[in-house]
């Protein structure tokens, strides 16, 4: 099916029409060995081996012994590849085993993640509002299918799979450390210091940002199920009043925002100093309670130890 079949159909970008099956193919020249899916799929395993950033048309075609040109025939250019790389490693399958919402919606959400962990790259592809592609709109409709029997509108549902979505890609990339140079990583317990980072500098002294194989799991599985428990309690309560005010875009460099953010984190550091300056008087107040307790005890069996002497001496006096 073209867009020649259906002449009344929007002119689709080309790479969008590749996905949705309705672009015209090219004319084939000497060469058959080359395909928009060869293409798409040499693309996939360079970002998938060396990072989105690797790959270039020279690159792709280079792994496939053909000259660059030649790619320009079955993809527009680079932008468009990327869209086909996007959809083509979005393919994901849930089985839909569940018998609760939750345990359907969980599962799906572990499916989406599983593609990310495939593809890592995807992260730096993040999800838009309006999804374009048919295999980014397959996950959608199997997250509602996941919370086909919630009885909420679409205009809920919705935004509640495209809130999990932007978690997944979100952790996803801030879980890689892809980008982290591992000298600044064991220099920071020193950098973030307490007087800088007071609530966040011991977190770091106790190695929160150590590398450790099971952090990602553990980490993703409590954020979503904290992100399932908010959105089970919403279905629950039945509440309106989720909008929020959007701020102005330039309110973060506002002079009198700025100098109100900087009283409170002087108001905070104070507060802290003021706090550990009480726990230390009380410490040193129970200190002192607890000595004159013990001198206090100390004293009474003393004058016990005396009386029980004076009383023994007495004892014996009377029997002679």
Do not use: C
Not at 86 to 105: C, H, I, K, N
Not at 164 to 183: E, F, H, P, T, W
Request: no cysteine; hydrophobic share 45%.
């Amino acid at each position: 099916m073209t867009d020649a079949e259906h002449p009344d159909s929007p002119a689709l970008p080309h790479a969008h029409a590749v996905t949705w099956g309705v672009a015209a193919l090219p004319h084939r020249g000497p060469k058959r060995e080359l395909s928009t899916e060869r293409i798409v799929e040499a693309a996939i395993e360079i970002a998938d081996a060396d990072g989105l950033e690797a790959v270039s048309m020279g690159r792709v075609a280079a792994s496939l012994g053909a000259a660059p040109m030649s790619l320009y025939r079955y993809v527009t250019g680079k932008d468009g590849l990327l869209l086909l790389m996007y959809d083509a490693a979005s393919e994901v399958v849930v089985p839909g085993a569940g018998s609760t919402w939750r345990e359907r919606l969980r599962e799906w959400a572990m499916f989406v993640r599983a593609s990310y962990d495939a593809h890592p790259w995807l992260a730096d592809l993040p999800p838009s509002s309006i999804p374009t592609t048919p295999n980014r709109l397959a996950i959608l409709e199997a997250g509602l299918a996941a919370i086909e029997d919630v009885d909420e509108p679409y205009d809920a549902k919705l935004p509640t799979l495209l809130l999990l979505l932007g978690y997944i890609g979100l952790y996803a990339k801030a879980s890689s450390n892809a980008d982290v140079d591992d000298a600044v990583r064991r220099a920071l317990p020193e950098l973030v210091t307490d007087e800088r980072f007071p609530l966040l500098a011991p977190a770091v002294r106790a190695g929160v940002f150590e590398l450790r194989d099971t952090d990602r799991d553990v980490g993703f599985g409590f954020g979503l199920s904290r992100l399932l428990d908010g959105i089970e309690r919403w279905l629950e309560r039945k509440a309106d009043g989720d909008e929020l005010e959007q701020l102005p875009t330039g309110i973060t460099t506002d002079k009198h925002v700025r100098e109100a953010a900087k009283l409170v984190e002087k108001a905070r550091a104070e507060l802290r100093d003021a706090e550990k300056k009480a726990a230390d008087a009380v410490a040193r107040a129970a200190d002192r309670l607890r000595a004159a307790e013990s001198k206090a005890e100390a004293a009474a069996e003393k004058e016990a130890a005396k009386a029980a002497v004076k009383a023994a001496k007495a004892e014996a006096k009377a029997k002679k």
